[in-house]
């Protein structure tokens, strides 16, 4: 039971180029999420998930895509990096039941020169 | 919209001092109020949760009460241990899934 995995753990881009964060969970979760985590900003939300072709946006989705064809995978892309994408990016997954906890994957640390 | 509010840090205590760290919310409806913590290099893990008004969560010695008449589930622990040492995040929601979370504050506990 792995929980939630992320990849890459670390990875620097160029400005304008694009790439896709894969995470996965294992836990048969219905609902995802993708958080970016900036010094003294706390976790922000960037996109979500309740369940297999249903996505919403979150409080800062610009920039990112997002898209849920299965219940286990929930990739990120980022369509053409800026240097105000370098973050640290956390997936998180959850059962749909009120109050249930959050399992976050380690994080992928991107950086955008 | 919602908003967690969290003592600014870092904090730095002795082993075995009292610790309290302040988290005040702004919030529609009734969401559900989480502790999460996290350590370095690691994703954030829950510490503990409160689910609706008067609720106390608690685990590992930490505890937090859901004030709805004041906004604020403050996190105490009354011995703390050099292995606390971590960011501590506040944060609300319906679920784990739409989580707004507080700035985190930074605690160092010093033998």
């Known amino acids: 039971n792995a929980g939630v995995t992320q990849t890459p753990k670390f990875q620097v881009l160029k400005t304008g180029q694009s790439m896709t964060l894969q995470c996965a969970q294992d836990?048969?979760?219905?609902?995802m999420s993708w958080y970016r985590q900036d010094p003294g900003m706390g976790l922000r939300l960037i996109h979500y998930?309740?369940?297999?072709?249903?996505?919403d946006q979150g409080e800062v989705p610009n920039g990112y895509n997002v898209s849920r064809s299965t219940t286990e995978d929930f990739p990120l892309r980022l369509l053409s990096a800026a240097p105000s994408q370098t973050s640290v990016y956390f997936c998180?997954?959850?059962?749909?039941?009120?109050?249930?906890?959050?399992?976050f994957g380690q994080g992928t640390r991107l950086t955008v020169v | 919209g919602d908003s967690v509010t969290q003592m600014e840090g870092p904090v730095t205590l002795s082993e075995e001092a009292f610790l309290t760290i302040n988290c005040t919310y702004t919030?529609?409806?009734?969401?559900?109020l989480f502790w999460y913590v996290q350590y370095p290099g690691e994703g954030l893990q829950l510490l503990l949760k409160?689910?609706?008004?008067?609720d106390k969560g608690s685990n590992k010695g930490f505890e937090a009460t859901y004030r709805k008449e004041t906004t604020s589930f403050h996190l105490e622990k009354g011995s703390v241990q050099v292995s606390d040492s971590a960011v501590y995040f506040c944060?609300?929601?319906?679920?784990?899934?739409?989580?707004?979370f507080g700035e985190g504050t930074q605690l160092t506990v010093n033998p």
């Open positions: 998180a997954s959850s059962y749909s039941f009120r109050g249930n906890e959050a399992f």
């Open positions: 836990m048969n979760h219905e609902y």
């Open positions: 998930s309740v369940g297999a072709g249903i996505t």
């Open positions: 919030a529609t409806g009734y969401p559900s």
């Open positions: 409160a689910t609706k008004a008067d």
């Open positions: 944060a609300l929601g319906p679920s784990g899934s739409r989580l707004t």
